[in-house]
């Protein structure tokens, strides 16, 4: 399975940006389709956004759509999560997870996750 390493969280005012990154190793990513999940205190956790393997078409809750956009340079084994207008709702620890075979938003589908990088957004 692949290895995932998630940076870029941290603490932002409202209305502001950041943008994740997930590192690949151990792998080829242009084998998983990838996906962003996130899990805010007390939440289940729930996916934001999704990429399939060559990039070509992508997911997002409605929660996000028209802010965040999910990219992957399959060259760099990097999957991005920009994340624009940021509202005190998005404060949550954020995954990437991998999957070979399955493209949607159940996260038991998903066999590789990184450990997760916090975003704070205040107001």
């Known amino acids: 399975q692949v290895q995932l390493a998630e940076s870029g969280g941290g603490l932002v005012q409202v209305g502001g940006s950041l943008r994740l990154s997930c590192a690949a190793s151990?792998?080829?990513?242009?084998?998983?389709?990838m996906a962003w999940f996130r899990q805010a205190p007390g939440k289940e956790r729930e996916c934001v956004a999704r990429v399939m393997k060559s990039g070509s078409m992508s997911y997002y809750a409605n929660s996000v759509k028209g802010r965040f956009t999910i990219s992957r340079d399959n060259a760099k084994n990097m999957l991005y999560l920009q994340m624009n207008s940021l509202k005190p709702e998005d404060t949550a620890v954020y995954y990437c997870?991998?999957?070979?075979?399955?493209?949607?938003?159940?996260?038991?589908?998903?066999?590789?996750w990184g450990q997760g990088t916090r975003v704070t957004v205040s107001s």
């Open positions: 151990g792998g080829t990513l242009s084998s998983y389709f």
């Open positions: 997870a991998a999957s070979d075979s399955f493209y949607g938003n159940s996260e038991s589908r998903y066999g590789s």
